[in-house]
Every structure is written in C-alpha cells, then in structure tokens.
C-alpha cells in the first residue's frame, strides 16, 4: 500500500511558542458532499484512552462522522470504521494502546475495506509514531490533535484510494469554531475553554502534543453552555490543561474568573473547571468560586511535589510555601472546599528527604482526593535527558508509602460526611452491582445507593450511611 504522507510531527515545531496572536478557523467541509455518498450506514467505533481533552475530542469526531452518515457501533467487530483516541502521558498508557491494537488488528484480514486510525497524543511524538508505523502495518489512517477538523477530506482519501494516510501537524495551534458534537452523556458536558499548555513542565509531553496555549472566544465558550443550559444540561465542565492561563493570548479583556462568572450566571446547576495550575489561580478566581453556589467547592490543584529544589527542577513556577499559601486562602475563603491534587513520585534524583517533604505536604493539605504516579520519562522532553539514580523499586516503595498518607486522610474525609444528606446528580446504574445507582457529590465523591432509574440525570438528596475510602453508600431521602 502507498504511504501518503500529508505531514509528520517535529518536536521542535511542536516546542515553538511565538507570541503570534490566536488563529481562529473553521471546518474544513471540502470533502463533505462526496463522502456523505460513500459512508451511508457504515458504522464506527472510537476508543479513548486519557484525559478530558480526548473525550471532548471523540464527542467533537462523533459529531462529524455522524453528520456525515456513519452509525456508531458498540462492536468493534461490525466496524468500518476504527479510531484509537490514544494518550502519551506516561509509559502505562501508551501500552494500553499496543494492547489495543495488538487486538483488533486482526479485522482488517476480514475486511479490507476497513479504515483502522490511531490519533491523539501518542501519534504527535515522532519515534512513537515510527514503531506504530512500522509495527502496525494494518493501521492505515494516523492523525493528530491538529487534524480533528480535517476529518472528512482525511476519510475521503482511505476510502477513495488504497493509501496510507499520516496527517500529523506540529503547528503552533488554531483555535476550530463550529465543529459539530456528539455528546456522550444528556446531562453532564465538557466544554472546552483552551487547549494547550505553554508550561512545558520539564516531565511533560502534553505541551508537545497538544501545541500552544489558546483560548476560545469569550462569545463562543458562553455560546455552547447556554446551549447546554437551554437543553436541560445539569452540570457543566470547563475544560483546558490550565484554565487559569483563559484570555492571556485575546486581547478580550477577560480572564478565567470572569467567564466562570459568566458561565455561573447562566445557571446551571452544577459548574465545575479542570484544571488549575497553581502558579496563575488568582484571588479574584477563588471570590468567583466562593460568590456563586452553583460552582462546586472542589478544585483540581496538582502539586505534583512538596519539595522547592524538585518543584525547580520540574519548572513548575511556584515553591511550596506559596502552594500552601494558596490552599490557606482558598480554605479561609471557601470552608467548604474540597482539594484534590496530582502527585508526581520518583522524578530523576529524588533523595528521600525531598520526597518526605511530598509526604509532609500530603500530611499538611490533607487532600480530600488524589491521583499518584511513579515518573515515567517521556522522550523529547527536558527531564528524559537527566541521569536518574534512583531504582524503580525505590520508587514503587515510596509510590505506596505515599498513598498510604493520602488514603488516610481521604478516609479521614469519607468519614465526615457519615450521617449527613448530600445532594448527587445521578449518574447511572453502579459499575460493580447494576441494583444500584451511583453518582457523585458536589465534593466529586461517588456514591451508591437504590433507587429507581427514573432519577438518572437528576440531583436528589442522598444520606451517607456507609463510607469506604474512594466511594459511599447511601439512601435517598425526601428533603
Ligand atoms: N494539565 C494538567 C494535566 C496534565 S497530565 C495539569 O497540569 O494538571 C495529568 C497528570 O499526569 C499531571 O498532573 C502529572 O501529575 C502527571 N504526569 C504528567 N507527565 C508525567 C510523567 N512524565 N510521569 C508521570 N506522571 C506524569
Ligand atoms: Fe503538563 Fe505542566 Fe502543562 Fe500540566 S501544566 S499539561 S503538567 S506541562
Ligand atoms: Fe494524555 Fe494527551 Fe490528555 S497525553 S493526558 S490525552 S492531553
């Protein structure tokens, strides 16, 4: 099969920050009519690996390829269309996506017809992107996080010819307005604020794959969620890799506390934003959180270490007295906040000092949730150049001494709420006992309960009778 090769990614493209004024474009609908002719009834299948971001983006794919005539599937087997969404984040993740692969591979011997594609961030980085290409031969559709958009002249090209595709642009980044949307859930909804980060955090590879920090015009964010607001949406998720950075790259005049402001004042029921950097979370966004109770008390802040000389090294912009600062405030501000946080153990040299001041931190903050990584590096960024002398056992060791500190105190918080009536949107049937349903607090915590079907989509009050560290058991209550 002929390779086609529209473009390839480059790291240093990638890394580029020019301090150009955001692009904003549109669609691109050249191959809109052919292709509704080709695709009638063929079904697809989209799997996705990683953060929000990639949710959001196979609700946006979703959206197009629906317009366009595809029928989803739930059977991978009856696809003629798969897209791997995948995540580059960290080691583990990336082998889900081999697994993945090395799974369904096998389709194509039964039908030649079928397009496979892999986008999202792990197509962004070059030597990932080569092993895919030379390992994955039945893959025959590569795209990265620039080319959602260009989706219908991309499908256009494998169905019209036998070629294999890579589209894969590092360019600083565009802003796409009017893309359309499928969304997976009828009450709770992302909608995208920025995209990008321009932090370049020493460990991370998000800055590569997903380009320059840009934000969505004021008008168009407030567009969307009216939307949702209008269709009986319950809850609403700003999203960006830092949202605190909304409005720096628009000369708009607005900053992220004045569009969640905004957002809040639409009313809908439940506003909710991730995530925060620390360095630029200003007082005026902790007074627009405090003023309105439509926006929930929890904040994603990642601290990712409690030590200075390896929050410096991992060029994260804030040192661990002001970090504490800021929880002091938001805690003085909002009594009700609960904090959630990322932590980053075993980055190249942690002594074991550095990481008890982790440790002491977790014990300080006594953070209401956590997510807890052992450092995986990533090629091309800063720290995958530095020598690391510290074994891996060493840092599995710390890796489980550490959520032993944070289990206690989210077991600590779990316990609080014993006996008291919290409100929970209802999400759905329980994962783990279809009996029950299960939702989540204002405070993000998941709670199952029995209860009839009738009130998924709905906030209800709820009694704790039951807590266990990372979920609860309750019962409805007529309040
Ligand atoms: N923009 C968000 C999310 C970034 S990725 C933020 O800054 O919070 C989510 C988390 O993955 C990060 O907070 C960090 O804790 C973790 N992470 C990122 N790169 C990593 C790496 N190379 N190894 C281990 N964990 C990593
Ligand atoms: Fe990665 Fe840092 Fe940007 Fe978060 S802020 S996405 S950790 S570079
Ligand atoms: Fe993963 Fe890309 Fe999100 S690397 S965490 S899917 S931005």
Redesign the pocket.
């Known amino acids: 099969m002929k390779t086609n090769i529209i473009n390839k990614p480059d790291m240093k493209l990638a890394a580029n920050r020019q301090k150009d004024a955001t692009v904003f474009s549109y669609l691109n609908l050249d191959k809109f009519d052919a292709i509704k002719s080709l695709v009638k009834g063929l079904k697809y299948f989209i799997k996705t690996y990683g953060?929000q971001a990639n949710v959001r983006d196979e609700e946006t794919m979703r959206g197009l390829l629906e317009n366009a005539g595809y029928l989803p599937t739930e059977n991978v087997e009856n696809a003629d269309l798969i897209i791997i969404n995948t995540c580059a984040?960290?080691e583990n993740a990336e082998d889900k996506v081999y697994g993945e692969i090395g799974n369904i591979k096998y389709l194509r011997k039964h039908n030649k017809n079928l397009i496979l594609a892999i986008c999202g961030c792990m197509v962004e980085e070059p030597e990932i992107l080569q092993r895919l290409l030379d390992v994955y031969k039945e893959v025959n559709l590569f795209f990265g996080t620039h080319e959602i958009s260009e989706l219908y002249s991309l499908l256009y090209t494998c169905l019209t010819k036998q070629e294999r595709v890579i589209a894969v642009e590092s360019k600083p980044g565009e802003v796409i307005e009017g893309l359309p949307v499928c969304r997976n859930n009828s009450f709770k909804a992302f909608v995208n604020v920025m995209y990008g980060?321009d932090?370049f955090?020493t460990?991370?590879?998000?800055p590569y794959t997903r380009g320059k920090e840009r934000s969505r015009r004021f008008v168009d964010v407030i567009r969307e969620c009216q939307t949702l607001v209008d269709s009986g949406y319950q809850e609403i998720t700003l999203l960006g890799?830092?949202v605190n950075a909304y409005g720096k790259d628009l000369n708009e005049g607005k900053d992220f506390a004045d569009l969640l402001e905004e957002v809040a004042k639409l009313g809908i029921p439940r506003l909710r934003f991730t995530?925060s950097?620390p360095w630029d979370f200003s007082s005026k966004m902790i007074d627009v959180i405090a003023k309105y109770d439509n926006i929930m008390k929890f904040i994603?802040l990642?601290v990712?270490s409690g030590n200075d000389e390896i929050l410096r090294k991992m060029g994260r912009r804030y040192n661990r007295e002001q970090y504490l600062a800021l929880v002091k405030e938001m805690r003085r501000k909002i009594p009700s906040l609960t904090l959630s946080t990322?932590?980053?153990v075993g980055f190249p040299n942690e002594s074991e000092e550095e990481f008890l001041d982790t440790v002491s931190l977790v014990d300080e903050v006594k953070y209401e949730a956590a997510?807890t990584?052992?450092?995986?590096?990533?090629k091309g960024?800063p720290?995958a150049r530095l020598k690391d002398n510290v074994p891996y056992e060493v840092k599995s060791q710390r890796f489980i001494e550490l959520v032993k500190h944070l289990e206690k105190h989210i077991e600590e918080y779990s316990n609080s709420l014993l006996g008291k009536v919290y409100p929970v949107l209802v999400d759905g049937p329980s994962k783990n006992n279809p009996d029950l349903l299960s939702g989540y607090t204002e405070s993000n915590k998941i709670v199952h309960f029995k209860g009839s079907k009738d009130l998924i989509g709905k906030i209800i009050n709820v009694r704790i009778n039951e807590s266990h560290t990372y979920s609860l058991l309750g019962e409805i209550v007529d309040e």
């Open positions: 953060c984040v960290r980060c932090k955090c460990y991370c590879i998000v890799q830092n995530t950097h994603h990642p990712q990322d932590i980053i997510f990584f052992i450092y995986s590096p990533r960024t720290a």
